[in-house]
């Protein structure tokens, strides 16, 4: 049975998503205090995180920060917040997804169903042989899990990893974001553009020379990316 950990101040909130998700058969475990919720999150083995962004104690932002930085498991960020610069920043931070209140419980536990099939089958290879993909000195072990640029490692998030994997075992094809969102998120992207913006421009970082000039993925503007090679 997964575990899933709810961090919400709003109990009223965290008692409905609870309760749909049990009806799912998930483990359910709430907390209502950012800290707490930080310390719970980090010392427990949890299969996925729905996190709220405003918080008391610590915001919703920070435990995100503090949550990737020791552990890679799905986090589904929450929030009454509409704006663009709210979710970028959240999808920034490492989380793999932000839905905005008020939503349907239904939904969310769609959006949970997808995130742990996706992780459960990414991490469930029992492959002998390390999978890998080398292109113009980047190294992808999909196997292991870890992405190395030049000979040096560099820390990816799920869904970071699983977006430049994609597109590098697909190079020279340009795909469109809703493409790119409904192969990665496993759902359709119902505005959420930006979250596939974000984590190019993450990625970008972390394996260009010059993001102002990229050479590995490309953008092809008012289409979409591709993986040049």
Request: aromatic share 10%.
């Given at each position: 049975m997964n575990k899933i950990l709810i961090i919400e101040d709003e109990e009223a909130i965290a008692e409905?998503?609870?309760d749909y998700l049990e009806i799912s058969d998930f483990e359910v475990?709430?907390?209502?205090?950012?800290?707490k919720g930080l310390k719970t999150a980090l010392s427990g083995d949890f299969d996925l995180i729905i996190l709220d962004l405003m918080l008391p104690g610590i915001d919703g932002y920070e435990i995100c920060k503090q949550i990737r930085n020791q552990k890679n498991i799905p986090i589904?960020?929450?929030?009454?917040?509409?704006?663009?610069?709210?979710?970028?920043?959240?999808?920034g931070?490492?989380?793999?997804?932000?839905?905005?209140k008020p939503f349907s419980p239904s939904e969310l536990v769609a959006r949970?169903?997808?995130?742990?099939?996706?992780?459960?089958?990414?991490?469930?290879?029992?492959?002998k042989q390390n999978d890998i993909v080398e292109i113009r000195g980047i190294k992808i072990d999909k196997t292991a899990r870890r992405v190395y640029v030049d000979g040096e490692e560099?820390?990816?998030?799920?869904?970071?990893?699983?977006l430049l994997t994609f597109l590098a075992e697909n190079p020279?094809?340009?795909?469109?974001?809703?493409?790119?969102?409904?192969?990665?998120?496993?759902?359709d992207s119902v505005g959420d553009i930006a979250t596939v913006t974000v984590h190019i421009?993450?990625?970008?970082?972390?394996?260009?020379?010059?993001?102002?000039?990229?050479?590995?993925?490309e953008t092809i503007w008012g289409v979409g990316y591709r993986f040049k090679v």
């Open positions: 409905l998503e609870k475990t709430i907390e209502n205090d950012g800290e589904i960020m929450v929030s009454a917040k509409k704006d663009d610069i709210d979710k970028i920043r959240g999808l931070l490492g989380a793999d997804d932000y839905m905005t949970v169903k997808a995130h742990l099939s996706r992780y459960e089958r990414l991490i469930g290879s029992n492959q560099k820390v990816f998030t799920t869904k970071e990893f699983d020279n094809h340009v795909f469109t974001k809703d493409e790119l969102f409904r192969e990665i998120w496993d759902m421009k993450k990625i970008r970082e972390k394996i260009e020379y010059d993001t102002s000039k990229p050479q590995y993925i």
